[in-house]
């Protein structure tokens, strides 16, 4: 018997390598939204929330340049315990939680996207900073495809590992 170490917590199913196991996740369980050691999680405290809230926009805004324009994916990253992560964003509709890779993920697509992050981080304008000059800086969440000139919704993407 072929021994098969690598348990999916989310069914019965065991395989023999993480790789396996890996690819029956993305299979079976994509849009998975158990946490199986969900009851260690504690409540966080609403002090934590705040912290958090002030720490992300403030991150945000200083990584927004104040005289040039940058395209492309942008990467920030911010502390944040676990428990934290997880009652932020787990009622959200793209809350997903990948078990083998102990990875959290959340995406928020466009302009309603944008506004439900703001509405989170208690923050309408996250994505707007104005600098001294009186102009303004913005995440664009946006962008019109220069061919087809359809609108590209962009996405935020917050991930925990
Ligand atoms: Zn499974």
Known sequence: MVAKPFHCLLCDKSYANKTSLVTHERKFHNQNVIIPHQHILSIPLYSSYCHFHGLFIDTIQSRLGSHRSTEGKKK????????????????????????????????????????????????????????????????YYQQQDPITKNLIDKEVCFCWK
């Not at 009652?87 to 083998?100: A, C, M, N, Y």
């Not at 928020?108 to 439900?116: I, T, V, Y």
């Open 76 to 139: 920030i990253q911010v502390h944040c315990e676990e428990n934290l992560f997880y009652f932020i964003f787990r009622e959200q509709e793209t809350f997903t939680f990948q078990v083998s890779g102990y990875k959290y993920n959340c995406v928020f697509k466009g302009q309603a996207g944008a506004e439900r992050i703001g509405k989170i981080f208690q923050c309408p304008n996250w994505w707007i900073k104005a600098n001294k000059f009186g102009g303004e800086t913005i995440v």
